[in-house]
């Protein structure tokens, strides 16, 4: 069957309308919000698709393919029309197919992005036993790209409406931007943190890889694939995009060098061994604790 030409940007069309309906959201842009909010808030969760021979269908209606086992999937926790109080059901969207319907320089979407990690895997209204598995939980690089893709368009959405930006604690700042250079100077007492969490920040999911005091170019994983300015933020895309390039360079870092083409050779070799000991590291998914 064949759809007129122009039959696309409606069917995207009205498909956004039930995004934002779901949400409890006006149906346009600058509408006052539905008269009874969702009783659960819809959360975008990033996690891993699950392993499953045919992957998971995409929901965006003009996609025809699955989401496949080991890609990065968006999942709205819960899903449209199942009624909110369906706590554990989930739309599941490729992330570039996701980012055709939700305006990420609005609040009203940005705010509901979560990584799914151990620390919002119940947010999302999983059974821990699947979650201690090592389903659907992200990778620490993933973890940390999408908060600060967050926080980065938080920042240009404040200083579009000329709101006045919140500042982060510095000591804690510090810790979330500087770890791993060898500048950092660890702290003493940090508060609010469990050791755990500390030593994931400071270590696991440290955004620098250093080679030490001499080191005059050291590896940083948002400098890397993060794009911080405002090209970043008007291109609708800029989480897949992102998030893509991590996946390859992932991909290639895992890869033995005879496995490869001659394509993936080359760009393996722009590889420093820096930035590939910084993948390995940064792939690791620190996992829910007991009693958590
Ligand atoms: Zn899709």
New binding site residues.
């Given amino acids: 069957m064949s759809f007129p030409s122009n039959a696309t940007p409606d069917l995207l069309e009205m498909e956004r309308k039930l995004l934002r309906q779901h949400l409890g959201l006006g149906l346009n842009h600058g509408d006052p919000p539905a008269d009874s909010p969702p009783q659960i808030q819809p959360l975008f969760f990033i996690e891993m698709a699950l392993h499953s021979s045919r992957g998971a269908k995409?929901k965006?209606p003009t996609?025809d393919?699955n989401?496949m086992p080991g890609e990065l999937r968006l999942a709205m926790n819960p899903a449209m029309g199942y009624g909110s109080w369906y706590r554990s059901s989930a739309n599941f969207?490729?992330i570039?197919?996701f980012e055709e319907l939700a305006d990420f320089t609005q609040a009203d979407f940005l705010d509901r992005i979560q990584p799914l990690t151990r620390q919002t895997w119940k947010l999302r209204g999983l059974k821990a036993g699947s979650v201690l598995d090592g389903n659907y939980l992200v990778p620490g690089g993933v973890e940390r790209l999408v908060l600060e893709w967050k926080v980065t368009h938080g920042k240009w959405i404040d200083e579009r409406d000329g709101k006045e930006q919140k500042s982060l604690d510095p000591d804690f700042s510090g810790l979330l931007r500087m770890a791993g250079s060898s500048e950092y100077k660890p702290l003493l007492e940090p508060a609010g943190l469990s050791d755990y969490e500390y030593y994931n920040l400071l270590v696991t999911l440290a955004p620098y890889e250093s080679d030490g005091p001499d080191d005059t170019e050291e590896w940083n994983l948002f400098d890397i694939y993060l794009d911080r300015t405002i090209k970043g933020f008007d291109n609708p895309h800029s989480l897949s995009t992102m998030l893509q390039r991590w996946h390859d360079d992932v991909a290639l870092a895992s890869k033995e060098m005879d496995e490869t083409d001659e394509r993936g050779r080359a760009a393996k070799r722009r590889l420093s061994a820096k930035a590939i000991r910084a993948l390995e590291r940064l792939s690791a998914i620190p996992m829910p604790q007991p009693g958590y």
């Fill in positions: 995409c965006l996609c393919k989401i969207y490729h570039r197919c």
